[in-house]
C-alpha cells in the first residue's frame, strides 16, 4: 500500500532527535487524538471554547489565567504586544506601529535564541545587555528606562554561565514596575516547571504544547489575568470575537488543537512520569549491545544529570574516518531519513528515545553499522 508520503515523493523521517517542529513537533497519545475526533462532530464558538480551555488550564497549573496559542512563538508575541499596549485599545489596534509606546524589550547575551526574534513580530526593539562573559544587576539596571516594555528571560537560565538568574530579574524588573516575559518553550518536566516562572513572579510565560504531547502548531500562554487578557485581546480570537482589529488573526488555532493542548496536559498532568522514564531507559538498554560492537565509537549517557531519555555516541574519526557531523548527515541521506540529535561539539549526537517510534532502534542500529562498515 503506497503511504501519503510516497505518494507525494517525501522521505519519511525517523525521529530521534525530539520534539522539533522542523519534524513535526509531537505526536498526539491515541487518547488525544480520540478527543480530537470527537470535537469534529460540532462546530463551536472559538470564544467560548478558548476561554473555557483556558480556565481550565489556570486551574491544573494553580496560575491566573492561561491561553491558547499557535505555538511558543505566539505566546511571545502576544505577550510582548501586551506589556508594550497595556489595555489602550488604540494602541492594541496600532500594533506593529509602537511609535509613542514604550517598544524596548530587555535581553541578555548569554540568552540569545533564534527565537526571541518573535518578540519584534508586534514591533518590539530587543535591547541587548551584558558581554560575551557576564551580565550583571547593574547592566539591567541601568538599561531599564522610559521606553522599556518588558524584560525577556529564556529559561531555565541557569545553563548559560553568567546569566543573571531569574529571581534576580525579577526583582529588578518588578522595582521598576517593567513586567518580565519568560520564554519556557520546552520546560514542561518536571511537571511543576509549567508553573514555576508564574509562582516566582513572572507576568507572562510562553510554552510549546508540543512538548507535553499536544500538537505542533499549538502553545500556552500563562501568567497575571490582567496580562494574559491584553494578551487574548491581541490574539486571533481577540479580532474575532470583538471589535478591536488586531494583529494576531493570522495565528489562529482550529477547535482540535484547542482541545489537543487542554486533552495532552491532562494527560500530562496525570502520568506517571516514572513509568514513562523506564521505557526510556529499558530501549537505551537494549541498544547499547547493539552498537557496541562497532569499531572507533563510544557510548554515554544523554544528559548524564538528568533522566535517562537517549544514548549519546562519541565517534573517534581515526578509527571510524568519519566526524559526528558526516555521520549524521548520513543517517539523513538515507530513505527513511534517520535524525539524530548532533552536538555543537561536532564528535558526538544523541539517539533520543522520546519521539523514536518502537523498532526504531533496530532500524538506526542496522544503518549505523552500515555506514560505519
Known amino acids: 500500500m ?6 507525494l515523493g517525501v522521505r519519511p523521517v525517523i525521529n530521534a532527535q525530539g520534539n522539533r517542529t522542523l519534524l513535526g513537533g509531537g505526536t498526539p497519545s491515541p487518547e488525544v487524538r480520540e478527543m480530537m475526533d470527537a470535537s469534529e462532530e460540532y462546530y463551536v464558538n472559538l470564544s467560548e471554547l478558548m476561554d473555557a480551555v483556558g480556565e481550565r488550564i489556570s486551574d491544573m497549573l494553580d496560575v ?18 501586551a506589556c508594550m499596549t497595556g489595555e489602550d485599545e488604540e494602541r492594541i489596534e496600532r500594533i506593529p506601529d509602537t511609535s509613542g509606546m514604550p517598544n524596548e524589550i530587555i535581553i541578555q547575551r548569554q540568552l540569545r535564541v533564534k527565537y526571541d526574534r518573535c518578540m519584534t513580530i508586534p514591533g518590539g526593539r530587543l535591547v ?30 541557569d545553563q548559560h554561565p553568567g546569566a543573571l538568574p531569574i529571581e534576580e530579574v525579577i526583582e529588578i524588573g518588578h522595582s521598576r514596575d517593567i513586567p518580565i516575559i519568560v520564554d519556557a518553550a520546552g520546560q514542561v518536566y518536571p511537571t511543576d516547571l509549567l508553573s514555576r516562572y508564574v509562582k516566582m513572579g513572572a507576568d507572562l510565560v ?12 499549538s502553545g500556552v500562554l500563562t501568567g497575571r489575568k490582567k496580562m494574559v487578557d491584553i494578551a487574548r485581546a491581541h490574539s486571533f480570537i481577540g479580532f474575532e470575537s470583538s471589535p478591536i482589529r488586531s ?4 495565528m489562529k488555532v482550529d477547535r482540535q488543537e484547542v482541545i489537543a493542548v487542554y486533552g495532552a496536559l491532562r494527560e500530562w498532568l496525570t502520568m506517571n512520569h516514572e513509568d514513562r522514564i523506564a521505557i526510556y531507559e529499558a530501549r537505551v538498554a537494549a541498544l547499547t549491545p547493539m552498537l557496541s560492537g562497532i569499531d572507533g565509537i563510544t557510548l554515554e549517557d544523554f544528559a548524564p544529570d538528568g533522566p535517562l ?6 565517534s573517534d574519526p581515526n578509527v571510524t574516518g568519519m566526524t559526528g557531523s558526516e555521520i ?19 564528535d558526538r549526537f544523541a539517539i533520543r528515545m522520546m519521539t ?17 562498515g
Not at 503506497?2 to 505518494?7: G, L, N, S, V
Not at 541587548?128 to 541601568?142: C, H, M, N, P, S
Open 2 to 7: 503506497t503511504t501519503i508520503f510516497e505518494e
Open 64 to 81: 491566573e489565567a492561561a491561553l491558547v496559542t499557535s505555538g511558543c512563538s505566539a505566546a511571545l508575541a502576544y505577550a510582548a504586544a
Open 128 to 157: 541587548e545587555i551584558g558581554d560575551d562573559d557576564r551580565t550583571t544587576a547593574d547592566q539591567l539596571d541601568e538599561a531599564i528606562g522610559p521606553n522599556t516594555a518588558a524584560i525577556h528571560y529564556f529559561a531555565p537560565g
Open 206 to 217: 510562553a510554552y510549546g504544547a508540543k512538548y507535553f504531547g499536544a500538537v505542533n502548531s
Open 247 to 250: 494583529f494576531g488573526r493570522a
Open 309 to 314: 531519555e537517549g544514548l549519546t555516541v562519541v
Open 328 to 346: 549524521v548527515e548520513a543517517l539523513r541521506d538515507g530513505n527513511p531519513s534517520i535524525w539524530v540529535r548532533e552536538s555543537d561539539l561536532g
Open 356 to 372: 523514536l517510534k518502537e523498532g526504531g532502534e533496530e532500524i538506526i542500529a542496522d544503518r549505523l553499522k552500515e555506514i560505519l
